[in-house]
Nanobody
Framework: QVQLVESGGGLVQAGGSLRLSCLASGSIFRINAMGWYRQAPGKQRELVAAITSGDSTNYADSVKGRFTISRDNAKNTVYLQMNSLEPKDTAVYYC????????????????WGQGTQVTVSS
């Protein structure tokens, strides 16, 4: 089994910063891409940022220049540094990882964390 656990969410005023972390643990052979998604009330889940195993990154246009995704492969952890937060960033943020499990090294699959709430007040 593979588990993803997010941390770092909370309540912050507009213009403030938060740093999210996501630790992957369990029967991991290799982690490919990792990413952060978010879902606001009444809206679909959307990609915020993603990072490959080679550290190539991709961002949603709405967060470019404000958010930075990074990863520590030795710790199986992905981070999301969020600066200049705006009320529209309020959402539940989910970590995603494409993992090759030890039990089946020929087949990668996506895993999700339980989500962490980020609330930005105006």
């Amino acid at each position: 089994q593979v588990q993803l656990v997010e941390s770092g969410g909370g309540l912050v005023q507009a213009g403030g910063s938060l740093r999210l972390s996501c630790l992957a643990s369990g029967s991991i052979f290799r982690i490919n891409a990792m990413g952060w998604y978010r879902q606001a009330p009444g809206k679909q889940r959307e990609l915020v940022a993603a990072i490959t195993s080679g550290d190539s990154t991709n961002y949603a246009d709405s967060v470019k220049g404000r958010f930075t995704i990074s990863r520590d492969n030795a710790k199986n952890t992905v981070y999301l540094q969020m600066n200049s937060l705006e009320p529209k960033d309020t959402a539940v943020y989910y970590c995603n990882a494409n993992v090759v499990p030890i039990q089946n090294p020929l087949r990668a699959r996506d895993y999700w964390g339980q989500g962490t709430q980020v609330t930005v007040s105006s």
